[in-house]
């Protein structure tokens, strides 16, 4: 048998499709939470806009550039308003609290019998991952719930109470279906179906059993890893799909008396949508744009999905037809919102002016679901009802093969019914064994992955150790060249400073010149030395350092020709003074300039040779 099976995305309505005597009117439950501003915000310097006291949620205005004009404001009521902007405020609200306010909850309502869905709205980079999935160090809804769950059933399990957890993971990227859990090639999207028993599921989507939370926790984050993200101006890490994690609990009950077995079967789905967006602020543009204008769509559709059931709700005309085929997402919701499950919806916002206008449309939203409600019934006894209700149906549809009159439809739902059928049959410990093969699977994957990387880790490593061994050497040769550089230009600089001791004015001027060069020459290798400690920059530091020092000895020839035309000058002047009396000096000091000029000349030439 496959290791892959059917997730049905509501659990049966009844053993014969209708209520139970424990059917329960719910209104859907609204939270908002309020974030805290992030970096880009805080950057802007933006003005806070939303306040919460209590269940009110307040949302003012912006302030006008002159500041006069008087601000307007909304108040809502919720049933839950979380302030999580200001962790040093005393109304602060942490994962922990809002988990015990809404997450537990719904946990207690799934222990009943009853389905349960939480889901999380709001527009992108407003903290619905972050409330469903929170950190390693900070966990959400998500982890501390199925945490919460497998103590309960380490806690209840006796003799005669038994449990059995099952989880799926899917993605609605682009309105098509993709298993978060599914490992190796052929990731492609899936059928989404409607069974009559059943209720709304997609086609082919992995649903493995689990005894423990690490093995949850394995596959919660072996799903986020293969979700869609990508970075936009409003998100580093937007996520660019619908997320709907379900756990299916099944609680047996042994009564030795009756000699039967008393089962209730709840769905838990936990959902976290993407956030709605404007290009004009995220940036989009390509495969980014087309993700977001999907994405906004869906959720257009979910709140029309919202408002047509508020109106039937109030018992309004023309509200009989809910459009939840219009999209992926409330086709799959269809049994959380208005039918058979207590939902939780958490509309998160920011609290910052730049976002008031998407703040207030969430804020309406989620004014609006709270008008919806839901019939939700303990699910009892519904293993025998499936079971029974596919082999009604596998018997009409042999019957038509028999009269030759089945179409395509009606064989692709035979042969989808026979595989539910043996899913169903299915015993536990083989849905164990099958789940256990899928996280060695996992284990494999994951294995092969690391082994990947250590390999391109060693190339790494080994590719640096050749660059640093290339670059000291590099490094030891500069250092000889600076060294050599270094006592040339003191040699020189002390041959001129002696030369300026009997130079004329000229002579003096043009040492000092030098001096000065070599002074600068001695700071640039200094830092020279401190920039070739950067391995990569290196060689380019080096070429700069060289073709500095080519031109500072171009402008020490430059001054040499300096010292040449003051050679020139001295002897124009000896040439003028031939008849004064002062000649035998001047002959003498031409001839003393003459050899500290070839002296200097042959430095010169020994400095340009290196």
Known sequence: MSSRSASAAGTPRSAAGTPSKKCESSSVVVAVRCRPFNRRETGMGTELVVHMDGHATKIESPTTVDGEEPRESRIFTFDHSFWSHDVDDPSFHSQQHVYDAIGRNALDNALQGYNACIFAYGQTGSGKTYTMMGTPDDPGIVRRLCCDLFNHVKEKTTAIMSFSVEVSYLELYNEQAFDLLKTGPGRGPLRRRNHKTMGPYVEGLSKFAVADFASVLEFVESGNSMRTTASTAMNNASSRSHAIFCLVVKQATRHPKK????????????????????????????????????????????????????????????????????????????????????????????????????????????????????????????????????????????????????????????????????????????????????????????????????????????????????????????????????NQRQQLQDSLAGHSTRATPGDVRAAEFHAEHARRSRGECKALRSLVDAERAMTATVKAELQQTKSQLQSMSEDYDLLLSEKTRVEDAFMAAREDSTITDLHSQLLSTKERLAKTTKELSTLRLT
Not at 264 to 281: C, H, P, T, W, Y
Not at 339 to 362: F, H, L, R
Not at 413 to 418: G, P, W, Y
Not at 447 to 454: D, I, V
Request: hydrophobic share 35%; glycine share 4%; no cysteine.
């Open 259 to 486: 000699k039967r077995v008393m089962e209730k079967v709840s769905k838990i789905s936990l959902v976290d949508l993407a956030g709605s967006e404007r290009q004009s602020k995220t940036g989009a543009s390509g495969a980014r744009l087309k993700e977001g204008s999907t994405i906004n769509k869906s959720l257009t559709t979910l709140g029309m999905v919202i408002a047509a059931l508020a109106d039937k709700s109030q018992g309004k005309k023309g509200a009989e037809h809910v459009p939840y085929r219009d999209s992926a997402l409330t086709f799959l919701l269809k049994e959380s919102l208005g039918g058979n499950s207590k939902t939780v919806m958490i509309a998160t916002v920011s609290p910052a002016a730049d976002n008031y206008d998407e703040s207030m449309s969430t804020l309406r939203y989620a004014d609006r679901a709270k008008q919806i409600v839901n019939k939700a019934f303990v699910n009892e006894d519904t293993t025998a009802a499936i079971i029974r209700g596919l082999m009604e149906e596998l018997q009409v549809l042999k019957s038509a093969v028999g009269t030759a009159s089945m179409t395509q439809d009606e064989a692709d739902t035979l042969r989808e019914n026979e595989r539910l059928l043996r899913e169903e049959q299915q015993t536990w410990e083989e849905k164990l064994k099958t789940t256990e093969t899928e996280l060695q699977a996992h284990i494999e994957s994951a294995e092969r992955e690391a082994n990947e990387l250590r390999v391109e880790v060693n190339t790494l490593q080994r590719l640096r150790s050749n660059t640093m061994s290339a670059a000291e050497t590099q490094l030891s040769e500069l250092n000889r060249r600076l060294e050599e550089e270094k």
